[in-house]
């Protein structure tokens, strides 16, 4: 799955179509779709393309998604994606709203329809295999909203200056010791790396290993407050620079933004020990 018909593959964010003007189609359109590699970022961070410390997926919710059956009625769905973090490519999220919305008008002969074309086009854009779940509202799709089962960090009393990465105000507390735990923070904040647009969200840490100092966690997490990054990105920085400052044993880093476009993004990263959570809400989803 190494080549795509897809223009915008390994480009530059700055060509995606956020921020422009753009004509909405309301015919099936694959080309709408905006790859970006995923590799550029990572060189940030240096991460070796051929060495990714961990392993997850993005999960994508899809709440706007519609078509019409072979008469003409309109059909109305829940869409779940899941494109993996080894895949070369990310798809940048306006793109893939126009893209759903070229749905609309056109007619298909069943959700499984659906599911299989909407799978074959990001897999395609992506470059490896993604997961397409697709459930019409007429089967009365559920949606669980609930809290990460851990220790919520913001009812600290504390001072905060720093507003853009700080990865030094990561530690650990010696005092502590050892511990497996969940931290969890509705504090996440970070900026569209092209529009500059706020993204709003809750971050996870799942760790076994030195206790990570809380008061440093949390004034890391919103140092990110006006960075300007995807979402997956800004979770593998994270993960990066506790799994760096900290050295945990085992590490797992999620977020779960709201919803902009009638999509939102949760990615997942992990260094392979700490399983991926169930797709469950944020209140604010």
Avoid at 26 to 31: I, S
Avoid at 33 to 51: N, V
Avoid at 173 to 182: I, N, P, Q
């Amino acid at each position: 799955m190494n080549q795509t018909p897809f223009p915008g593959a390994g480009a530059d964010a700055g060509a995606s179509p956020l921020g422009k003007a753009v004509t909405y189609r309301a015919t099936y359109a694959p080309e709408l779709l905006f790859p970006i590699a995923r590799q550029s970022k990572r060189d940030e961070l240096g991460i070796a393309a051929d060495a990714l410390p961990f392993v997850g997926e993005d999960v994508w919710n899809a709440y706007e998604l519609s078509w019409l059956n072979e008469r003409g009625k309109p059909v109305v769905a829940l869409g779940e994606f899941r494109v993996p973090a080894e895949s070369a490519r990310l798809i940048e999220s306006k793109s893939l709203k126009l893209y759903l919305n070229s749905f609309n008008q056109s007619r298909f002969v069943s959700p499984e329809a659906v599911q299989a074309l909407i799978a074959r086009d990001l897999s395609q854009a992506c470059g490896a295999a993604v997961e397409v779940s697709i459930a019409p509202l007429s089967r009365c799709p559920q949606r669980v909203a609930a809290y990460p089962d851990g220790e919520l960090l913001d009812d600290m009393d504390i001072d905060i200056d720093t507003y853009l990465p700080a990865p030094h105000l990561l530690g650990c507390d010696a005092a502590r010791g050892g511990v497996v735990e969940t931290l969890y923070t509705h504090l996440l904040k970070s900026n569209c790396l092209v529009t500059g647009q706020p993204d709003w969200g809750m971050l996870v840490v799942s760790y076994a290993g030195a206790a990570i100092d809380r008061a440093g966690l949390l004034r890391y997490v919103v140092s990110l407050r006006n960075h300007n990054e995807f979402h997956e990105q800004c979770v593998e920085r994270v993960f990066c620079d506790i799994l760096r400052r900290c050295q945990p044993e085992r590490l797992a880093v999620w977020a779960r933004y709201t919803r902009r476009g009638g999509l939102d993004i949760n990615p997942f990263r992990s260094t392979g020990d700490i399983a991926m959570p169930a797709n469950v809400a944020e209140v604010r989803q």
